[in-house]
C-alpha cells in the first residue's frame, strides 16, 4: 500500500507540480543511499546497515544522495532527490527553475550553485 500512495503523489507533483513564492528558504541535504524496496541482481551482495550507520568513507561519498529542498514561510514545501554528489547549477537549475516565480526571495546557505537563481526571481 505504501508505494501505491507514494507512487500517487509523485504523479500529481508530475502532472501539477509546487511552485515557491514570497519568501523561500532552500539548502540541500545528504542522505545515505538505501536499497529498501529495490529489486537486485541475483549476483549483487553487500553487507547489511544497521540502523544508524555510517557511511564506510570519510566526507561527501558517492555513498550518500543529494536531497535539494526548498520550503516557503507559508508552508508549501519541496524535496528532490537529484544526485549522488554535490548539487551543482544544473541540479538547482533542474529542481527549482520551473518552480519559482519572479517575486521569490530564496535564502539560501551561500553556495555557488544557486547563483543560477539569481536571473529567474
Not at 538505501?34 to 553487500?46: I, L, Q, V
Not at 538547482?92 to 539560501?108: K, P, Q, W, Y
Request: include cysteine; charge should be neutral; proline fraction near 3%.
Amino acid at each position: 500500500m505504501r508505494h501505491k500512495i507514494l507512487f500517487a503523489v509523485e504523479q500529481e507533483e508530475i502532472e501539477n507540480p509546487t511552485k515557491l513564492s514570497g519568501v523561500c528558504e532552500a539548502d540541500e541535504t545528504y542522505v545515505l543511499e538505501s536499497y529498501k524496496g529495490k529489486k537486485m541482481p541475483n549476483d549483487f551482495w553487500r553487507k547489511p546497515r544497521k540502523h544508524g550507520a555510517v557511511a564506510a568513507k570519510p566526507g561527501l561519498s558517492n555513498e550518500y544522495v543529494c536531497v535539494c529542498a526548498g520550503v516557503e514561510r507559508d508552508g508549501n514545501a519541496i524535496a528532490v532527490a537529484v544526485y549522488r554528489a554535490i548539487a551543482g547549477k544544473e541540479d538547482i537549475d533542474r529542481v527549482f527553475g520551473e518552480r519559482v516565480s519572479e517575486s521569490t526571495l530564496i535564502l539560501s546557505d551561500g553556495a555557488k550553485g544557486y547563483s543560477v537563481l539569481n536571473g529567474k526571481c
